[in-house]
T-cell receptor
């Protein structure tokens, strides 16, 4: 079974440009999460989808970040316009429907560098 | 103050040693406690999961949660060079979002 995949693995852009990150969750996982790790800091929650609906977006830093999950399958996270402080590793995770342990399976991350 | 505190290390020990990793937290609403292992350029991988207080053992790994002290630990027995990685504690309350510690970078020397 394929795990969580993310594309691209690495992106280098200039300040002011737009970048779109993609996440494909494990098949059948209704829950999809975005997290971010800025250098030297802990991994921080950004938002949580249940199918195509945003369940919790309390971690989104500002309105330059837009997350979508059309059709409840893959998700995209767009940063527009990118700023220097957006540099970091963006992780996507998915988990099965329902509560319980809700083990979250993480993808390898997208390393974003804003110059 | 951060919700979860974890010493980032680095921590270096000889092969075969017992490793102790710890986190403290401030939010008494946390009920689910996890340890993730992350190898370089990879995503975090769930290692241990504990609900509420108590101990859980899985092979060479033991996780302990003391909710009264807001303190969680991970012990690795008979450590191996392949255990070299960053270990992240994570926890959550009723919501699904995980709150992570900063991670401890561990090296096991042959």
């Amino acid at each position: 079974e394929a795990g969580v995949t993310q594309f691209p693995s690495h992106s280098v852009i200039e300040k002011g440009q737009t970048v779109t990150l993609r996440c494909d969750p494990i098949s059948g996982h209704d829950n999809l999460y975005w997290y971010r790790r800025v250098m030297g800091k802990e991994i921080k929650f950004l938002l949580h989808f249940v199918k195509e609906s945003k369940q919790d977006e309390s971690g989104m830093p500002n309105n330059r970040f837009l997350a979508e999950r059309t059709g409840g399958t893959y998700s995209t996270l767009k940063v527009q316009p990118a700023e220097l402080e957006d540099s970091g590793v963006y992780f996507c995770a998915s988990s099965q429907p329902g509560q319980g342990t809700g083990e979250q399976f993480f993808g390898p991350g997208t390393r974003l560098t804003v110059l | 103050q951060k919700e979860v505190e974890q010493d980032p290390g680095p921590l270096s020990v000889p092969e075969g040693a017992i490793v102790s990793l710890n986190c403290t937290y401030s939010n008494s609403a946390f009920q689910y406690f996890m340890w993730y292992r992350q190898y370089s350029r990879k995503g975090p991988e769930l290692l241990m999961y504990t609900y509420s207080s108590g101990n859980k053992e899985d092979g060479r790994f033991t996780a302990q949660v003391d909710k009264s002290s807001k303190y969680i630990s991970l012990f690795i027995r008979d450590s191996q060079p392949s255990d070299s990685a960053t270990y992240l504690c994570a926890m959550r309350g009723g919501a699904q979002k995980l709150v992570f510690g900063q991670g401890t970078r561990l090296t096991i020397n042959p």
